[in-house]
């Protein structure tokens, strides 16, 4: 039994998905690791980590887009503004989508499917600094 820790940077200029499955699975490859479960977690308020749909664009601008709808920037809906108009609704996103993943590694393969990827989801409109911790556990 090991277990092994990353912090993933991603800097972030907008909001959009950032996809990041490639440097997951590279780690993996880098470090070993056999058998166990990978949980990923990003310590951001106004981010989040979604497994989603890697292959059609569109997807990404249509979930966008309906996250957009559901928490609207409009500070006149809100009284933490703080930080401008993306503040609260930036919370509110994340606060619908995770903070946390856990995924299961099998021989040294990180068990997705066919078409998902490991995203993170910047909520907030101007550049950012995030980091996305990858703790495994296992063999």
């Given at each position: 039994?090991?277990?092994?820790?990353y912090n993933l940077q991603?800097?972030t200029?907008?909001?959009?998905?950032?996809e990041f499955?490639n440097?997951?699975i590279?780690?993996?490859?880098q470090n070993?690791?056999n058998?166990?479960?990978?949980?990923?977690?990003?310590q951001?308020?106004?981010?989040s980590?979604?497994?989603?749909?890697?292959?059609d664009?569109?997807?990404q601008?249509d979930l966008?887009?309906?996250?957009?709808?559901?928490?609207?920037?409009?500070n006149?809906?809100?009284?933490?503004t703080?930080e401008?108009?993306?503040?609260?609704?930036?919370?509110?996103k994340s606060?619908?989508t995770?903070?946390?993943?856990s995924?299961s590694?099998k021989d040294r393969?990180?068990?997705l499917?066919?078409?998902?990827?490991?995203?993170?989801?910047?909520h907030?409109?101007?550049?950012?600094n995030r980091t996305?911790?990858?703790?495994f556990?296992?063999?």
């Amino acid at each position: 039994m090991k277990q092994k820790f990353y912090n993933l940077q991603i800097n972030t200029n907008g909001q959009k998905l950032y996809e990041f499955t490639n440097d997951t699975i590279r780690w993996i490859s880098q470090n070993n690791l056999n058998n166990g479960i990978l949980n990923l977690s990003i310590q951001h308020t106004s981010a989040s980590l979604i497994v989603q749909e890697n292959a059609d664009p569109d997807v990404q601008t249509d979930l966008i887009n309906y996250f957009d709808k559901l928490a609207p920037m409009d500070n006149n809906l809100y009284v933490h503004t703080t930080e401008g108009k993306d503040d609260m609704p930036a919370h509110i996103k994340s606060a619908l989508t995770n903070n946390q993943i856990s995924l299961s590694i099998k021989d040294r393969e990180l068990l997705l499917g066919t078409w998902q990827g490991l995203f993170l989801f910047e909520h907030r409109l101007e550049q950012q600094n995030r980091t996305i911790i990858h703790h495994f556990i296992g063999e």
